[in-house]
């Protein structure tokens, strides 16, 4: 039997299709992925998700195995390891941004709570939409607004409609595999 998948997961590249296949749609709010997913989106915004994917491993190794704890402890020079580094996207504003966003997840757990908690606040079980095709998948939603704006009142940046619509389908908060996709359901 043949896969059906999503347009964009047929690439050619490995990276992109075990991506679309294993984890896009697929619920995960460990608060690792969760971080490394806001980070990946965020260096995502203006570019190509392919270009993000390529570069994976490498921003794993600039920033710390997407440990938020060790990253919200990043100093000047640690910025500027990063600025200097060619495998990552090196963009001032976006590597500011998950610094700081890494620093509002730390805050947040010295106040007992969780970016988890928040998300299912607003999501409390994930969304399973399934378009017909994927030219009916919006790039924001009144949903990501809501949560954008939340997320911006509690200091985190780099986290606009758009960017927050990406990130909540990366960790499987919103399935929008389309409908014939034989990966809609979770891993065959």
Known sequence: MEKMRCSWGNSKNPLYQ?????EWGK?????????????????QSGLSWETILNK?????????NFDYHEIAKFNED???RLMQDKGIVRNRLKINAAINNAKVLVKLENNN??????LTEFI?????????????????NELSNQISKEMKKRGFKFVGPVTIYSFLQAV?????????????NGEL
């Open 18 to 22: 075990k991506y679309h296949d294993k």
């Open 27 to 43: 619920l995960n709010l460990d608060s690792t992925y969760l971080y490394e997913m806001l980070v990946l989106e965020s260096f």
């Open 56 to 64: 994976r491993e490498n921003f794993r190794k600039a920033f710390a």
């Open 78 to 80: 640690d910025f500027e």
């Open 113 to 118: 709570q969780t970016f988890k908690q928040i």
């Open 124 to 140: 409390p079980k994930p969304i399973n939409h399934h378009p017909k095709k994927m030219e009916d998948v919006p790039a924001s």
């Open 172 to 184: 499987g908060l919103i399935n929008d595999h389309i409908e014939d996709c034989s990966f809609k």
